[in-house]
């Protein structure tokens, strides 16, 4: 499950679309597939999100944790565009 994406620097027409169609073609060769939507927020979506996350067929991919005090290095760090997952915030 792709969420978010993109940077600063990316082409405002196609940079939104340059992860999923990456993500289409790598599936390709992969034994998953992809598949686009987007979902309507509401209560029955968020709690399949809920139920497909809680028994593992989704996972959240963490690239790296910063403390809360370091919020301008993790923000440095994305903009570099290296991340290959989310940047988490945590709080101590």
Not at 17 to 42: G, H, T, Y
Not at 55 to 80: C, H, M, N, W
Request: glycine fraction near 10%; charge should be negative.
């Amino acid at each position: 499950m792709l969420i978010g994406g993109g940077g600063p620097d990316d082409d405002p027409w196609i940079g939104p679309l340059s992860q999923p169609l990456k993500s289409m073609i790598l599936s390709l060769m992969l034994d998953e597939q992809f598949v686009f939507f987007i979902a309507e927020i509401n209560k029955a979506d968020l709690m399949i999100l809920s139920d497909l996350m809680g028994t593992g067929k989704i996972t959240t991919v963490i690239d790296r944790s910063f403390p809360l005090r370091e919020t301008a290095q993790a923000l440095r760090y994305l903009e570099t565009g290296r991340a290959r997952g989310k940047v988490v915030l945590t709080m101590e």
